[in-house]
C-alpha cells in the first residue's frame, strides 16, 4: 500500500527566508500527491496537488512543489515565507482515480518567527 | 457554494458510550470519507461513502460505522468508545469528475472520559 513519510516533524524560521518541507512517498504504482495546511482549530486545507502532467505545481500563495519519481518525493518550498504561513502541513498520497484511501504524513509544523 | 459543515464541534462522552458525529458535504458533491487527526498526528482513513455505499474502509474495528443519506450527508457512529477514541474528526466531500481532491470540515473533537 501507498504510504508517505515527513521527514521533519517542526520547522522553525525567520519571517522572509525561504523554507522547504520534506515528504516522500512508497507506492509500487503511481500515485496522486497533495499538500494540505491545517491552522490551529481548523479542518485541512488543500494547497496543491500532483495528478499528472508538470511535474511543478504551484499554490496561488507562493507555494510550490515538486514531482520527483525517482527519488519518490513531493517537497514544498517557498521563497519568502510570512508569519501568517505559520501551520501545521501535511502531504498525502492516494491511487490514481480512486481516493478512498488518502494516506497521510504525520505532519510538519511551520513556525515562522519574526 | 456551500463547504463542508460538521456537527457539533465539541462533544465529550464516557467511555463505553456510543456517538454520533455529522457531515454535510460540499454542494455538487457524492463522495464522503471521514478521517480520525490523534492529537500530533495526520488524519488516518476510517472509511468513505459513494452514493450511500461503503467505498472502501480503514484499519478500524466494526464499532466504527457509517450512513450516507440521499442528500450526500453523512454520519460516523461509534460505538462502545474507548479513551483512545478521543481525537478530531474531520470529515471530507469529493466529486469523481472534480479532480479527486477532498474538501474537509472543521471537525469534530470528542474527548473520552
Known amino acids: 500500500a501507498q504510504s508517505v513519510t515527513q521527514l521533519d516533524s517542526q520547522v522553525p524560521v525567520f519571517e522572509e527566508a525561504p523554507v522547504e518541507l520534506r515528504c516522500n512517498y512508497s507506492s509500487s504504482v503511481s500515485v496522486y500527491l497533495f499538500w494540505y495546511v491545517q491552522y490551529p482549530n481548523q479542518g485541512l486545507q488543500l494547497l496543491l496537488k500532483y495528478l499528472s502532467g508538470s511535474t511543478l505545481v504551484k499554490s496561488i500563495n507562493g507555494f510550490e512543489a515538486e514531482f520527483n519519481k525517482s527519488q519518490t518525493s513531493f517537497h514544498l518550498r517557498k521563497p519568502s515565507v510570512h508569519i501568517s504561513d505559520t501551520a501545521e502541513y501535511f502531504c498525502?498520497?492516494?491511487?490514481?482515480?480512486?481516493?478512498?484511501?488518502?494516506?497521510f504524513g504525520a505532519g510538519t509544523r511551520l513556525t515562522v518567527k519574526p | 457554494e456551500t463547504g463542508v459543515t460538521q456537527s457539533p464541534t465539541h462533544l465529550i462522552k464516557t467511555r463505553g458510550q456510543q456517538v454520533t458525529l455529522r457531515c454535510s458535504s460540499q454542494?455538487?458533491?457524492?463522495?464522503v470519507s471521514w478521517y480520525q487527526q490523534a492529537l500530533g498526528q495526520g488524519p488516518q482513513f476510517i472509511f468513505q461513502y459513494y452514493r450511500e455505499e461503503e467505498n472502501g474502509r480503514g484499519n478500524f474495528p466494526p464499532r466504527f460505522s457509517g450512513l450516507q443519506f440521499p442528500n450526500y450527508s453523512s454520519e460516523l457512529n461509534v460505538n462502545a468508545l474507548e479513551l483512545d477514541d478521543s481525537a478530531l474528526y474531520l470529515c471530507?466531500?469529493?466529486?469523481?469528475?472534480?479532480?479527486?481532491?477532498?474538501?474537509f470540515g472543521p471537525g469534530t473533537r470528542l474527548t473520552v472520559t
Open positions: 498525502a498520497v492516494t491511487l490514481p482515480y480512486n481516493n478512498n484511501d488518502m494516506r
Open positions: 454542494s455538487g458533491h457524492n463522495t
Open positions: 471530507a466531500s469529493s466529486s469523481r469528475t472534480g479532480g479527486y481532491e477532498q474538501y
